[in-house]
C-alpha cells in the first residue's frame, strides 16, 4: 500500500524509472499466483461437491451448484440459471447452499455487526499493549472489500473475540471473508480479522 499516492502516480513512477510492470494491466484475479482460472486453482484444493441453488424468498429449488466455495456473496454470473439475473445473497455453509434472488440488494443481504473469532495485528496486539481499554469500544474505520470507500465503526473485544458495529449498515457481510480495520482517519492500518458471523 502506498497510501497518498493514486495508482496513477505510481504507474507514471515506474514507467520513469523503467519498470516492466508499469504499463501491465490491472489484475482482477489471483494476482499473486499468476495467469491461472480461479474456479481450476480451487478445484485442485477443494474439490467438488454438488448442492442446491435455492431462491431465498420461496424456498424453491431452482438449481444446483458444484460447491459453495466456488461462489462469492454478490456474485451475478456462473450460476447457470435462467430466469434471471440472479445473485447471489447467502451461504449456507454447513448444508452446502446457496441461496439466490433476483433482487441485487435485499434487506437481508445488509448488516451492521461484524464478528471475528481472531485478529491479526500488524505488528503487536493492541490491547495487549493496553493501546485501547478492553472495556471500552474503539473508534475505527474498516473494509470488508476492495473499494475505495472506509466505513466508520465501533470495535469492541470480550471473551469471544471481537465485534465490530457499523455506523451505517453494509451489504454483503460475507463469512469466511477478511475484515481489515485501520484507524479512525485511515491512516494507520491495524491488521485484519476472518469474518465469522455477520447480522
Given at each position: 500500500?502506498?497510501?497518498?499516492?493514486?495508482?496513477?502516480?505510481?504507474?507514471?513512477?515506474?514507467?520513469?524509472?523503467?519498470?516492466?510492470?508499469?504499463k501491465?494491466?490491472?489484475?482482477q484475479g489471483?494476482?499473486?499466483?499468476?495467469?491461472?482460472?480461479?474456479?481450476?486453482f480451487?478445484?485442485?484444493?477443494?474439490?467438488?461437491?454438488?448442492?442446491?441453488?435455492?431462491?431465498?424468498e420461496?424456498?424453491?429449488?431452482?438449481?444446483r451448484?458444484?460447491?459453495?466455495?466456488?461462489h462469492?456473496?454478490?456474485?451475478?454470473?456462473?450460476?447457470?440459471?435462467?430466469?434471471?439475473?440472479?445473485?447471489?445473497?447467502?451461504?449456507?455453509?454447513?448444508?452446502?447452499?446457496i441461496?439466490?434472488?433476483?433482487?441485487y440488494?435485499?434487506?437481508?443481504?445488509?448488516?451492521?455487526?461484524?464478528?471475528?473469532?481472531?485478529?491479526?495485528f500488524?505488528?503487536?496486539d493492541?490491547?495487549?499493549a493496553?493501546?485501547?481499554?478492553p472495556?471500552?469500544?474503539?473508534?475505527?474505520?474498516?473494509?470488508?472489500?476492495?473499494?475505495?470507500?472506509?466505513?466508520?465503526?465501533?470495535?469492541?473485544?470480550?471473551?469471544?473475540g471481537?465485534?465490530?458495529?457499523?455506523?451505517?449498515?453494509?451489504?454483503?457481510?460475507?463469512p469466511?471473508?477478511?475484515?481489515?480495520?485501520?484507524?479512525?482517519?485511515?491512516?494507520?492500518?491495524?491488521?485484519?480479522?476472518m469474518?465469522t458471523k455477520?447480522?
Amino acid at each position: 500500500p502506498i497510501g497518498h499516492l493514486m495508482k496513477s502516480e505510481v504507474r507514471a513512477i515506474a514507467d520513469t524509472v523503467g519498470l516492466p510492470s508499469a504499463k501491465r494491466k490491472d489484475s482482477q484475479g489471483i494476482c499473486f499466483l499468476g495467469k491461472i482460472d480461479y474456479n481450476s486453482f480451487i478445484e485442485r484444493y477443494l474439490g467438488r461437491k454438488e448442492g442446491r441453488i435455492i431462491e431465498l424468498e420461496t424456498g424453491k429449488v431452482i438449481g444446483r451448484h458444484q460447491g459453495y466455495w466456488f461462489h462469492t456473496i454478490g456474485q451475478r454470473k456462473g450460476l447457470g440459471l435462467s430466469g434471471g439475473p440472479w445473485f447471489v445473497v447467502k451461504k449456507d455453509i454447513k448444508r452446502n447452499i446457496i441461496l439466490v434472488s433476483r433482487g441485487y440488494d435485499p434487506d437481508t443481504q445488509y448488516g451492521k455487526t461484524i464478528e471475528m473469532d481472531t485478529f491479526n495485528f500488524i505488528t503487536e496486539d493492541a490491547y495487549e499493549a493496553e493501546l485501547w481499554s478492553p472495556e471500552g469500544a474503539t473508534p475505527v474505520t474498516f473494509k470488508i472489500r476492495h473499494t475505495p470507500e472506509f466505513t466508520r465503526g465501533l470495535l469492541y473485544k470480550d471473551e469471544n473475540g471481537y465485534r465490530l458495529e457499523s455506523e451505517e449498515r453494509i451489504q454483503g457481510i460475507a463469512p469466511g471473508q477478511y475484515c481489515v480495520i485501520y484507524d479512525r482517519d485511515h491512516h494507520l492500518c491495524f491488521g485484519s480479522g476472518m469474518i465469522t458471523k455477520g447480522r
